[in-house]
């Protein structure tokens, strides 16, 4: 019975470690492998990333790469709706889940609140040696950002938020490794300076933004922004995905007879 009860511990153990304590071993791994490159990935996991995303880029009669890109995250529907284009007018292209994000509504306010930030953002760079597969930085804190930490008199308001892989996070946004593979893959080749990245509590097109409790009072400022900035974007664009503009995976059509 002791050897049962050990063999669990070491087994949780070794899984709690496995799933969130890749910050501890995953650079260890990568120092005795070596660092990679942003081209060393793409030559590594594009040729599969290109295979399983560029249909859906022929589908909406997008080129690839595009001209530019736009990545809608919305927190309370969990989802990340891709858009591209490559002339005058927005494309949708597909809906990615998120799997993992920590905090509630409401943009982040100081470091260590766990907060996924809210607001209008870009990709700063590419990270080809992420403990959590691959990743992308986003550029937070913003003008935005400093501005509203200078008004309130708040200082240290954390940084190094990421969309990356696997499906753990800490105030970042976890798609998992096949989904930050195609992503990587694309914003590589496309340029990490010609994409957006719209951040909002929750889907403001199709409803009110989700207050928080302890809101501060320019959030519905923010909220303005951000609801401009997705006015590009038509949510109905992306009801024919198999997830819906709620975020929800569609079940099967039923069948009348």
């Not at 995953?26 to 599969?48: E, H, N, Q, T």
């Not at 300076?193 to 409790?213: K, Q, T, W, Y």
Request: with cysteine; net charge positive; aromatic share 8%.
């Amino acid at each position: 019975m002791l050897v049962v009860i050990v063999a669990l511990v070491v087994l949780g153990g070794g899984g709690l470690l496995a799933a969130y304590g890749r910050g501890l071993w995953a650079p260890l791994l990568m120092r005795l492998g070596g660092p990679r490159s942003v081209a060393d990935v793409i030559a590594k996991v594009g040729p599969a990333a290109r295979g399983r995303l560029v249909p859906h880029f022929r589908k909406a009669g997008v080129a690839w790469p595009p001209q530019e890109i736009a990545m809608l995250v919305f927190k309370e529907e969990r989802r990340v709706a891709l858009w591209a284009r490559s002339g005058a007018s927005w494309t949708f292209i597909r809906n990615y889940p998120i799997l993992a994000a920590s905090g509630h509504a409401g943009p982040k306010l100081r470091e260590g609140d766990y907060q996924v930030p809210e607001g209008v953002y870009r990709i700063a760079h590419l990270n080809p040696n992420s403990s959590y597969h691959l990743s992308m930085k986003v550029n937070y804190p913003n003008d935005f950002d400093r501005r509203m930490a200078v008004r309130d008199g708040r200082q240290r308001l954390g940084g190094d938020i990421f969309i990356h892989g696997k499906d753990v996070s800490i105030g970042c946004v976890a798609l998992g490794d096949l989904a930050i593979e195609e992503l990587f893959t694309l914003v590589g080749e496309t340029g990490h300076s010609r994409v957006r990245v719209i951040i909002a509590p929750n889907d403001l097109r199709v409803g009110g933004a989700i207050l928080h409790d302890d809101a501060p009072t320019w959030v519905i400022q923010l909220y303005r922004t951000v609801a401009a900035a997705l006015t590009p974007f038509p949510a109905w664009m992306e009801s024919s995905s198999s997830i819906d503009v709620r975020g929800m995976r569609k079940g099967p059509m039923a069948v009348v007879k």
